[in-house]
């Protein structure tokens, strides 16, 4: 992989470990949930592409759904 993947990478598990700090937070307070909310959503996104990469660099797969990744799962769940 390069330089982009490796930061990519080193970005998603950084944003991982702060998501799992939610769970030592209040999660009732307002402020608190809507943060935890944001970061999971940055989270989801970055694992996606990190997943992305690996598809395209280890097996060359590169069809892929065009359009947002959450509706790609949510037409996918839609089916099964």
């Given at each position: 992989m390069?330089?982009?993947f490796d930061r990519r990478?080193?970005?998603?598990?950084n944003s991982l470990d702060a998501l799992a700090e939610a769970r030592?937070?209040?999660l009732t307070d307002s402020?608190?949930?809507s943060g935890t909310s944001a970061k999971f959503s940055i989270t989801f996104d970055l694992s996606w592409k990190v997943m992305?990469?690996?598809?395209?660099?280890?097996?060359?797969i590169t069809g892929f759904v065009t359009g947002s990744q959450g509706m790609f799962c949510v037409k996918h769940l839609?089916?099964?």
């Open positions: 390069d330089a982009k990478f080193q970005s998603f598990c030592e937070r209040d402020f608190v949930l992305k990469d690996i598809l395209v660099q280890y097996y060359a839609r089916q099964t």
